[in-house]
């Protein structure tokens, strides 16, 4: 692999140097030879001006292509093969026409990744500097929901003013100045795991406060909530992902796939499953669903097929997931003729 790399890197790549290099008489800043901005190089500051070709009629359309190479490197006082990433500058001969239309798209790509790039000016870990999320507010105003961030704002500030000092003095200094874990108990005097254990209070109650819109019941909150530590960290205190993915394994690909099509994607089924799961374990009357009165013939089948010998909590799910899933039907005017 080491020789076929070499041979086609010395038989195709050939690098041209990064500076020109000018006489020592002449006084002038070397220059590079392709423009770099944001950290990429863009086709549309690569062809600035036409160039012409060889061929008469046809101009020169430049654009940057990289390419891996092993190279001899000294790692931990050792020489090993590393792979290295290398730019080559190259171009291709097109008619003016064609030059035109992939420096148009050019332009696109390259307005779409400025205002890409530009908006992560306001990144508050950026080079250590502190940005006012109000002044991007200001900058791009007609773009942002106004309205929900208003609202968020003063339901936090209602929820930080019913904090002890201590439990505000943690939150500011973790939000407001970025301070990690280790620096805010040297400050307060408290152990590591003591901040650790606060700011998962604090964010609780934070979270609990912003889904508590007076239609969800506490014990939906308390589901939605753990959805949300699901999503971020993989893991679950009430293990509802196990009986989740339980679930959902005791079916065939082919009955998968026809709950993925109609709940247009795993997400949207996963999180029906699995706040399901919650609020039924959570309620003390869990009342029982008979198959054969309320599901329809095709959903029957599947359930004489495969959920006939499984507990009690796994046939109340399916028969929750098929009305569920016939609601999505009759929404979406899929008509569902066979039950795979």
């Known amino acids: 692999m ?7 890197n010395d038989e195709y790549y050939r690098d041209e140097p990064i500076y020109k290099i000018r006489p020592s008489n002449v006084k002038a800043k070397l220059k590079p030879m392709f423009k770099i901005e944001n950290g990429y190089f863009s086709p549309y500051l690569l062809n600035a001006k036409p160039v012409p070709a060889s061929k008469e009629g046809y101009y020169k359309y430049f654009y940057m292509e990289s390419y891996h190479k092993i190279e001899k490197r000294k790692v931990g006082g050792k020489k090993q093969n590393v792979t290295v990433l290398h730019s080559r500058k190259k171009y291709v001969e097109v008619p003016i026409e064609q030059w035109e239309k992939l420096r148009y798209f050019d332009l696109k790509d390259y307005e779409a990744a400025r205002d890409e790039y530009e908006g992560t000016e306001y990144d508050v870990h950026k ?21 929900q961030f208003w609202i968020n704002a003063f339901d936090l500030e209602r929820v930080l003013n019913k904090l002890s000092d201590e439990d505000l ?5 973790h939000k407001e100045r970025h301070l990690k874990q280790k620096q805010i108990a040297v400050i307060l005097g408290k152990s590591e795991a003591y901040v650790t254990r606060r700011m998962k ?7 609990y406060d912003m889904l508590d819109d007076g ?3 506490e014990t939906q909150i308390k589901a939605e909530i753990e959805y949300r530590k ?9 293990f509802v992902d196990v009986y989740v993915y339980d679930f959902l394994l005791a079916f065939p690909q082919e009955v998968l796939l026809r709950y993925l099509f109609v709940f247009r994607g795993q997400q949207y089924l996963i999180r029906f499953c699995f706040l399901w799961i919650y609020e039924y374990f959570a309620s003390k009357d869990k009342p029982e669903l008979k198959a054969k009165e309320v599901l329809g013939k095709y959903s029957y ?5 495969f ?11 399916f028969i929750a997931v098929e009305l569920e899933l016939q609601r999505l039907i009759k929404r979406y005017g899929i008509k569902d003729s066979k039950p795979n």
């Open 169 to 173: 003095d943690i939150y500011l200094m």
């Open 2 to 8: 080491l020789c076929y790399n070499k041979f086609m």
């Open 307 to 317: 959920m006939r010998k499984k507990k009690t909590w796994s046939k109340q799910l």
């Open 301 to 305: 089948q599947l359930f004489n097929k």
């Open 201 to 207: 209070v604090l964010e609780d109650t934070i979270e």
């Open 127 to 147: 080079k250590d500097k502190y940005r006012n999320v109000f002044d991007f507010m200001l900058q791009q105003w007609d773009n942002h929901n106004h309205e």
């Open 230 to 238: 699901y999503l971020r960290s993989g893991k679950t205190e009430s």
């Open 215 to 217: 239609e969800r019941t």
